[in-house]
């Protein structure tokens, strides 16, 4: 079965700083997609930034970008120019090309320090 | 489009009673997802339906759990007998699925629903 591993439970970063949170996977599979979510205080989920394992190119969205190590199973996030509205939950999460669930990871805490 | 609506928002009920929460997802999307999610989780996967047919279930989905989604548009999940273990945010997905449009197409959460067993 896959598995999504976040090893920090929380973090903290300078507004303005950069940060990156963690992500380890496991599958046996060669066709898959990651997600990173985010979740505010007491709001929805919304998604950060998505990598299909297909391609090599780490993807990028504005001031969140991806370093994707498909050998290692390794896809952590980095946070460019923090803003205070950065502060939430943000979970790493997988989908198997072959099935539709998505498998997310316990979180990172992301506090954002003026 | 308003987005996955999510109802009631918070639920507090004694243990033992049943309850029903509804998810509208977003118009036109055919997938629809619940999850749980407890304090300090990332949400676990409950079941999923594809218009009416609930493809597939997690072991988490016990028996005094059920989820229908009648019409294909929106999908009720109901909770008999509560227990305190119960205790949870309800969330609500959904995402389009046509045919041509790979399975990296994200899912859109709702707000959830919080039940608090008593």
């Known amino acids: 079965a896959q598995t999504v591993t976040q090893s920090q439970p929380e973090m903290s970063v300078q507004e303005a700083e950069t940060v990156t949170l963690s992500c380890t996977y496991d599958?046996?599979?060669?066709?898959?997609?990651l997600f990173w979510y985010k979740q505010p205080p007491s709001r929805q989920m919304i998604l950060v930034i998505r990598?299909?394992?297909?391609?090599?190119q780490n993807a990028t969205e504005n001031r969140f970008s991806v370093n994707f190590q498909k050998a290692a199973k390794s896809f952590s996030l980095k946070i460019s120019d923090s803003q205070l509205g950065d502060a939430a939950m943000y979970f790493c999460?997988?989908?198997?090309?072959?099935?539709?669930?998505?498998?997310f990871g316990k979180g990172t805490r992301l506090h954002i320090l003026p | 489009d308003t987005g996955v609506s999510q109802n009631p928002r918070h639920k507090i009920t004694k243990r033992g009673q049943n309850v029903t929460f509804r998810c509208d997802p977003i118009?036109?999307?055919?997938?629809l997802y619940w999850y749980r999610q407890t304090l300090g989780q990332g949400p676990e996967f409950l079941t999923y339906?594809?218009?009416?047919?609930?493809?597939?279930k997690s072991r988490l989905l016990s028996d005094r759990f059920s989820a229908e989604r009648p019409k294909g548009s929106f999908s009720t999940l109901e909770i008999q007998r509560t227990e305190q273990g119960d205790s949870a945010m309800y969330l609500c997905?959904?995402?389009?699925?046509?045919?041509?449009?790979?399975?990296?197409?994200?899912?859109?959460f709702g707000e959830g629903s919080w039940l608090t067993v008593v």
């Open positions: 990598q299909e394992a297909y391609k090599q």
């Open positions: 999460a997988y989908r198997s090309a072959s099935e539709d669930k998505i498998i």
């Open positions: 118009s036109e999307h055919n997938r």
């Open positions: 599958t046996s599979e060669s066709d898959y997609y």
């Open positions: 997905a959904s995402s389009p699925f046509p045919r041509a449009v790979p399975l990296g197409k994200p899912i859109y």
């Open positions: 339906f594809q218009n009416e047919a609930q493809l597939e």
